[in-house]
């Protein structure tokens, strides 16, 4: 069975850091791209980052440049994306997402989501 499973999630402080991880079963990470997106309640989902498979290129909201960055592991099947000096703006739960190859242009081209992360950042 073909599944992606996000860890990481949790309560912290503005201005503090979490890592997100999202793991592949089923299959390894080497030939797609790995999409992070984020829904808050009420709110639409939101592209947060996502990672090339054919050449690491990344890409990140504005809402976040500077304060995520997203990365490969030396594990093939997990991918990470830390997160720095966070806000409370960023609370949501953050879902990854695979698509062969290539950052797909819409959220509905990826083919395989994970379930979600809860994070939340209040004081």
């Known amino acids: 069975q073909l599944q992606l499973v996000e860890s990481g999630g949790g309560l912290v402080q503005p201005g503090g850091s979490l890592r997100l991880s999202c793991t592949a079963s089923?299959?390894?990470?080497?030939?797609?791209?790995i999409g992070w997106f984020r829904q808050a309640p009420g709110k639409a989902r939101e592209g947060v980052s996502c990672i090339s498979s054919l050449d690491g290129s990344t890409s990140y909201a504005d809402s976040v440049k500077g304060r995520f960055t997203f990365s490969r592991g030396n594990a093939k099947n997990t991918v990470y994306l830390q997160m720095n000096r966070l806000k409370p703006e960023d609370s949501a739960v953050y879902f990854c997402?695979?698509?062969?190859?290539?950052?797909?242009?819409?959220?509905?081209?990826?083919?395989?989501w994970g379930q979600g992360t809860q994070v939340t950042v209040s004081s």
């Open positions: 089923g299959f390894t990470l080497d030939y797609y791209a």
């Open positions: 997402a695979a698509h062969a190859y290539l950052c797909p242009e819409t959220p509905d081209e990826y083919d395989y």
